[in-house]
């Protein structure tokens, strides 16, 4: 049996890179993947970067605007660095707009974005769930009021409302232990980070599944993801030089390349795709490094949509 019939697959637009990303790429990318059958279409968020990013927001616009029914989410966006009521406001419009669309995954953020957007980190995992809370509410709620350590508001409106009921998915993501067991009482799916190793995936799913269990949640029907960064090719020493030189200038972790990433035939990714099926996942994000629109033709053979 396909992968396709046993997951639902989400695909990477083009966004990040260490070298010009064109626009083309992008409108070509989320309207094939749309045509072959991908469920979603996702960015990440890295504002200060040393190669090319895209913002979250604006890039996912785009891609909404160009299709009809994929799924747009980023994973992750980084709360901290934000005020919750503009992500509120803007990912409630961009659920508007896309007619319902939009996936939000969200994070607690590493080190150097408070360094760099000067937040302290004391509180961080409270003002997180504060953060949270009061997303939602806007997100539901005709008027809001909240009286929290981080945040304050008297009977406030925000609209447009999302179209999704009660609210737009939300996703968090990393690996850390207990990071995992917050997003099984907090979201609405988790996906792996792509910088992380696929074993630690494997190390994840039971300790999210047991914590799922424990809150009362079904683990079957809860999104469990890995976003993994790939290159196939017939030649397979292509397929890990162009994954390599990604993870080496992107990462700064040629490691990476092999503990986090798949390369190599289409055969082999194939099975790697399997054993990372077999740990859990029900849900995969495909995210190719390079020749965007030829390696989504490639993949989407992979996993048996084409």
């Not at 019939?5 to 070509?28: K, N, Q, T, W």
């Not at 000067?118 to 003002?127: I, M, S, Y």
């Amino acid at each position: 049996m396909a992968i396709k019939d046993r997951i639902s697959l989400g695909m990477s637009l083009p966004h990040r890179s260490p070298d010009a990303i064109d626009v083309e790429d992008v409108r070509r990318v989320a309207q094939r993947a749309e045509a072959l059958g991908f469920r979603d279409l996702w960015v990440t968020e890295n504002t200060l970067d040393h190669v090319n990013c895209f913002d979250p927001v604006v890039v996912l616009t785009y891609a909404a605007a160009v299709t009809s029914k994929i799924r747009v989410g980023a994973s992750v966006v980084v709360m901290a660095v934000h005020s919750p009521l503009m992500i509120a406001h803007q990912w409630a419009t961009l659920d508007y707009v896309s007619n319902g669309r939009a996936i939000l995954g969200v994070g607690l953020g590493r080190d150097h974005h408070y360094r760099q957007f000067e937040v302290p980190e004391a509180g961080k995992v409270t003002r997180f769930r504060e953060e949270l809370a009061l997303i939602k509410a806007l997100w539901t709620q005709d008027r809001v009021t909240c009286r929290g350590r981080f945040y304050h508001l008297d009977n406030e409106p925000m609209h447009p409302k999302p179209v999704q009921k009660p609210h737009p998915p939300i996703w968090m993501g990393v690996s850390h232990p207990n990071a995992v067991r917050r997003a099984a009482s907090l979201a609405d799916g988790w996906m792996g980070s792509g910088g992380s190793s696929i074993a630690q995936f494997g190390q994840s799913v039971p300790i999210l599944k047991a914590s799922l269990a424990a809150a009362g949640r079904d683990p079957e029907n809860f999104p469990i993801s890995k976003r993994i960064f790939m290159a196939v090719d017939e030649r397979p020493e292509v397929a890990r030089r162009e994954l390599d030189r990604w993870f080496t200038e992107v990462y700064h972790n040629p490691a990476g390349t092999d503990a986090s990433g798949i390369h190599g035939t289409p055969e082999q990714v194939r099975a790697r795709l399997e054993e990372v099926v077999a740990m859990g996942a029900n849900h995969l994000l495909l995210n190719p490094v390079s020749r965007y629109p030829e390696q989504l033709e490639a993949l989407a053979e992979v996993v048996g949509l084409k």
